[in-house]
Structure formats: C-alpha cells, structure tokens
C-alpha cells in the first residue's frame, strides 16, 4: 500500500491532531493511518454538502434516535448527515483513536447535533467538549425530557407530558390512582390556561410505557451545560421520536458554497 500524501493544509490538519493527542510527538506509521483517515472522510466535510455530525449513544434504542434524525436530516437536499460510529475507525494502538477522530471530524464539520437520553455513556463526555471554544458556537442539543427547573414548572404541553410521564412510572401508585393523578394534572392545566390536547397527553404515556422508557434525568453538570446551550437558542427538548424529528427541522438547512477546492484557489 502507497503512503498517502498529506493534503494542502497539512498543517493545520496536524495542529488539530496534535491538540487530540497532547502533542505528543506521532510515530511515521502513525502520520501515515491519520492521512488515510484524512483521505477517506475529510472530503465528505469539504465538498458543497453541508454536514451534520451527530452525537449520542450508539446502544439500543438510542442508536434509533440518531438514525431517526440522520434519516430527517437526509432527507435536505444537500445535506451530508454523519454518525462516527459508522466510519471506519483509525487504527492507532498507542494513540486514543476517538480523540483524534472526533476532533478532526468536529473542526470540519459545518454543524455538531448531540442527541442526549441520559448522563452516562460516551455521550457525557462528548457534551463537555462541544459546550466550548472551538465547537460550541455551531453545536445544537437536543436533550430528552429537559427542561430547566422542570419540577416547578408547568408552562406549556411539553412541561404537562413530563409531569404526566413521571407520574405513569411512579412505583407506589396503582394503575386507577395514576390516572386520577393525571387527569387532575391536566385539570391544573386547563385552570392556568394552558394549550394542550388531552389525547397526545395519554398518546406519550402510552409510547414511553411500550418503550419502558422513564423520564431522562440528568446531572447539575448536565443541566447547566443544557442551559448554556438554551440560553443561546440551541437547546431543542423532545419527549417522542416524532418530536425529535419536527424539532430537528429548527437546525440550519444546507446552503449552496463553493467547493472546498474552490476555496483554496
């Protein structure tokens, strides 16, 4: 196998590496399997496509959420969503693989999508790196079942289904005394005159339960991190899949740009 050449902004490329990996000084083998990944992905993130790459968990479900808003996101003309775990993953034995990926993958992406379910997972710490300089800026969340200080709020249909699903999942009420509970909560609603329609209420307890899905919670890390995020308009909650699909329609739409050649003449 030819050695790869290494690319016209080399050095930049390996600036970002370098900071993936602490800069340390890179073995030739190494230099050799970073340009391969370069030449195999990077021309994705450097065409007149616009691309998406999409955080979350790549376990069952979650991985059915990722696919959900990889397909919604496809579905744009001219849009190039991505997930990591599909590529092929670099091999560096000495090195951590991910970091240098997802930095190189994160630099030339146009936009950063997380999807969050939970606190735990690879997913965690993917939230702590895009919620700063460099990625921050053009990165969107799209948490299940966040909403900031959601226990003293009821504000809107979004809030009504969290307290709904909660109250469905609680472990010292029986199946007659949930659904009192329930009713008497959209009762509360209906008194501050709140929009809602009763039937997506019962709808989404019905999905979350099939599922076995309880409310998602988080960290104070992971809230304030959420809120950072909202604050600046890119916070997107969800409760349903098809939620997560019409929610994922907020993000920026592919625009038509030159070229990455075109660029560099």
């Known amino acids: 196998m030819s050695d790869p050449t290494p690319p016209p902004d ?7 590496v370098h900071n993936a990996v602490g800069g340390l000084e890179l073995e030739p083998a190494e230099k050799r ?7 195999r992905e990077l021309p994705y993130l450097w065409s007149q496509r616009t691309s998406y790459f999409i955080l979350g968990s790549y376990r069952d479900p979650y991985i059915r959420r990722l696919r959900a808003v990889q397909n919604e996101l496809a579905k744009q003309l001219g849009a190039y969503p991505f997930i990591l775990g599909d590529l092929v993953e670099l091999p560096a034995s000495r090195l951590n693989a991910f ?8 630099t030339y992406s146009d936009y ?5 379910e939970k606190e735990s997972g690879g997913e965690a710490s993917e939230l702590g790196e895009i919620d700063d300089s460099p990625y921050f800026e053009k990165s969107y969340v799209f948490p299940r079942d966040y909403t900031w200080f959601t226990d003293t709020n009821l504000e809107s249909e979004y809030h009504i289904i969290q307290a709904a699903i909660e109250i469905a999942f609680a472990d010292d009420l029986t199946s007659e005394e949930k659904e009192r509970e329930i009713s008497s909560l959209m009762d509360r609603a209906r008194d501050h005159d709140i929009d809602f329609v009763e039937q997506d209420i019962w709808d989404t307890i019905a999905e979350r339960e099939t599922e076995n899905s309880e409310v998602a919670t988080y960290s104070w890390v992971h809230l304030n991190k959420f809120r ?5 308009g890119r916070c997107f909650p969800w409760t349903t899949v098809q939620e997560l699909r019409t929610v994922v329609s907020e993000l ?12 560099k003449e």
Not at 228 to 232: D, N, P, S, V
């Open 10 to 16: 080399a050095t930049e490329i390996m600036a970002v």
């Open 33 to 39: 399997e970073i340009w391969r990944f370069v030449q």
């Open 99 to 106: 970091d240098i990926m997802f930095s190189l993958l994160a």
């Open 112 to 116: 950063i999508v997380g999807i969050f």
């Open 228 to 232: 950072k995020f909202e604050l600046h």
């Open 252 to 263: 920026p739409a592919p625009t038509p740009r030159p070229s990455w050649e075109d660029q």
